[in-house]
């Protein structure tokens, strides 16, 4: 039996909160738990047969240097120093086991894998199970707030199929937020655990109420001296989890936050040893504020926003996420709600109203229970590094995002738990607040199902994105990249020119249209986009290349070749430029110019067939034919069956008067190519003269 002491336990979660749980519910709690994984697993699926996306998925993994190589992923690199301006080795380093697990041999790499030897679909089966095991950590930590199993079943299922989710589990590169999640969600259900166990000693000398141990029948009831080193094994692993949080994503800098607000309003342990305990996490934060800036100082992707604006910036986006966590329908990847978009609204000074009055009402309410406020703290605080306060990369792009509401869905999970905990089942309004979650958990999972599907492939992501926001010139882009691979040319140039209509300093895009409109056979236009993307970006030795390939195309070889003389004054010694400036060349006649480029060409790639050919060709016609015989014979090496090299040989071996070797040579090169007619005409010529 409890000891008395004559004091009361400030454990209680809510004074009309259930009693403790029995000890059979330890095992009566599997049912849901096990539903929970079933339900959360079939609403995703799907996801496991998806492909890589270019949203990120191909620069993070597919066409990652250090991730792809032949020898196998470094997994070392991530550790030592920061990617693409983030320190974040740890979601690399499990991106690099799976890919030392996953990859495929040549022949089973299937066509829409753009050459990629990772499967996707190992990746994408490693997001469905994090996500689960997600969902169940959510269920221990709600199972500790509300002490009761089905709201707590119901929480933490709002926490999985909310469509919010959709793109943390069905985005390869949404494995961040997942692994993330997973560690934070350790790091606080530890620290639930500690908390609880430590507010129980402190108030009643004994273990608190709250279903953290479950003793045997039978068996001594444990004290608190029993408790204390089992204490302080929770407080060590939740230590261990928020570093490892870290180490995935800089923004579990919240951590501390959200573990105070649960620990102050719901354990009721004084704020003053929650920040004693927390002093660790604390500390930890600041060393990682400086890691973060020191990986971030050669960033200059990111946008700059005054300071008086950003919480104007914040309270728009608290407000879209709490509109599209009630409606969430149009969800997408882009919404285009960034602040230079928003801040041309008289709306955009208004919405912080929202968050706001949401926050007073729940802070009024906290007399009551402490829940309804500590569910809306942990909503907020876990998107305090993400909603503008502090400018990101994305943010050009869009504040909000749905990836960004991954954990902080753990907010409104509490709060539904809260609900139905407090359900009377012999009133009318409880009975209505029973109903209406189970409709909006249906209607949540429904379009969680639907939503995922949106993500099978970069035609689906871009297409739903546009139908989204039609203002999306990202996705404009991509999709019109996306089809342009498939053929279908007509419909990426309406894309592409949708794209920089909408951004016209967008330098790329006006050079993948007019490479486009060159394949359509549009030259004028395809110039003139081409020449907007030189405008854009000088320095880009890419777009001049397109525009020589367009000039060559259409007979300008001296317009060619100025465009390639610049390509090589931004990128020299670029083995493809030289060789592209030595063909130009050629063609209008300046042999020796030619023969220098195509030289540097070879010097830089000495496996050119090709340039070996037309150096012997630029040589030959100079005068220069015993110089131009090694040429022929180091392109008939490396591509044995080059026909025009053997037909330049043999001729070349016919005025140095050695017919019989350039007999020989036309013969091999009529054999290669029967239908040449100028082949067959100098055999003709050489043998005749033999004959004589």
Request: proline share 6%.
């Amino acid at each position: 039996m409890r000891k008395s002491t004559g004091k009361v336990s400030t454990v209680a979660v809510d004074s009309e909160a259930a009693p403790p749980l029995a000890v059979g519910n330890r095992y009566q709690s599997l049912i849901p738990a096990i539903l929970l994984v079933i339900i959360t697993l079939a609403v995703f699926q799907s996801t496991r047969s998806y492909q890589f996306l270019s949203w990120d998925d191909h620069v993070n993994i597919t066409q990652n240097e250090h991730l792809n190589r032949p020898s196998g992923p470094d997994f070392g690199f991530y550790w030592r120093q920061p990617f693409l301006f983030t320190y974040r080795p740890l979601i690399y380093t499990a991106w690099s086991f799976i890919a030392d697990h996953a990859r495929l041999a040549p022949s089973q790499i299937p066509p829409d894998n753009d050459g990629c030897p990772f499967d996707a679909h190992a990746y994408h089966t490693a997001n469905w199970i994090m996500h689960a095991l997600n969902v169940l950590l959510v269920f221990l930590i709600l199972r500790i707030l509300v002490r009761k199993d089905w709201p707590a079943f119901a929480g933490a299922l709002l926490f999985g199929i909310h469509p919010f989710q959709d793109e943390s589990v069905a985005w390869i590169t949404g494995a961040n937020e997942l692994l993330y999640g997973f560690f934070a969600l350790l790091a606080l259900w530890q620290y639930l655990l500690f908390a609880t166990k430590t507010a129980g000693d402190e108030t009643t000398g004994d273990p608190p109420s709250l279903p953290t141990r479950v003793g045997r029948p039978g068996k001594r009831a444990p004290t608190a001296q029993d408790d204390t080193p089992i204490r302080w094994l929770h407080y060590a692993a939740s230590c261990l989890f928020f570093g490892l949080a870290l180490l995935t994503k800089p923004t579990a800098v919240c951590l501390p936050l959200i573990a105070a607000v649960l620990d102050i309003w719901v354990v009721r342990r004084p704020a003053v040893k929650v920040a004693v305990g927390l002093l660790p996490w604390l500390i930890a934060c600041g060393v990682w504020v400086y890691v973060t800036a020191w990986a971030r100082q050669a960033d200059t992707q990111v946008d700059q926003i005054a300071l008086w604006p950003r919480p104007f910036v914040a309270g728009d986006a608290l407000a879209f996420y709490l509109y599209k966590l009630i409606l969430p329908f149009n969800m997408g990847i882009d919404y285009g709600h960034n602040p230079e978009s928003t801040m041309t609204h008289w709306w955009f000074y208004a919405t912080f109203l929202v968050p706001l009055v949401v926050g007073v009402v729940m802070w009024t309410f906290r007399r009551v229970s402490p829940l309804p406020w500590a569910a809306f703290g942990v909503f907020l605080v876990a998107l305090l590094p993400t909603i503008g306060l502090v400018p990101t990369e994305f943010q050009s792009y869009s504040t909000v995002a749905d990836r960004y509401m991954y954990l902080a869905m753990l907010g409104p999970a509490v709060a539904m738990s809260w609900l139905l905990a407090r359900v009377d089942w012999e009133q009318t309004l409880s009975l209505l607040a029973v109903a209406a979650c189970s409709l909006f958990l249906a209607a949540s999972g429904t379009l969680a199902l639907i939503h995922a599907r949106d993500f099978r492939d970069d035609g689906a992501v871009y297409g739903h994105a546009i139908a989204v926001n039609p203002r999306s010139w990202v996705s404009q882009y991509n999709l019109g990249r996306y089809v342009a691979d498939r053929g279908r040319l007509d419909e990426a140039a309406s894309h592409l020119r949708a794209a920089v209509t909408i951004a016209p300093d967008f330098a790329d895009g006006f050079n993948n249209l007019g490479v486009v409109l060159d394949a359509l056979g549009h030259e004028p236009e395809a110039i003139d986009a081409l020449q907007k993307a030189v405008n854009l970006d000088p320095g880009n030795a890419f777009y001049r290349i397109s525009m020589a390939q367009v000039y060559e195309k259409t007979g300008r070889d001296a317009d060619a070749a100025t465009a390639y003389e610049a390509a090589l004054q931004t990128q020299p010694n670029d083995p493809d430029t030289e060789f592209h400036l030595g063909m130009d060349l050629l063609g209008t006649g300046k042999l020796a110019d030619a023969a220098t480029h195509l030289a540097q060409s070879l010097a830089l790639n000495p496996d050119n067939a090709v340039a070996e050919n037309h150096l012997g060709v630029a040589l030959a016609r100079q005068g220069k034919i015993p110089d131009a015989l090694p040429h022929w014979q180091n392109a008939i090496q490396l591509q044995p069956d080059y026909a025009s090299a053997h037909f330049n040989y043999g001729q070349a071996l016919g005025e140095l008067g050695r017919t019989q070797q350039a007999i020989a040579e036309y013969q091999t090169a009529l054999k290669l190519s029967p239908q040449s007619a100028l082949t067959r005409a100098a055999l003709a010529r050489l043998q005749s003269g033999a004959k004589r």
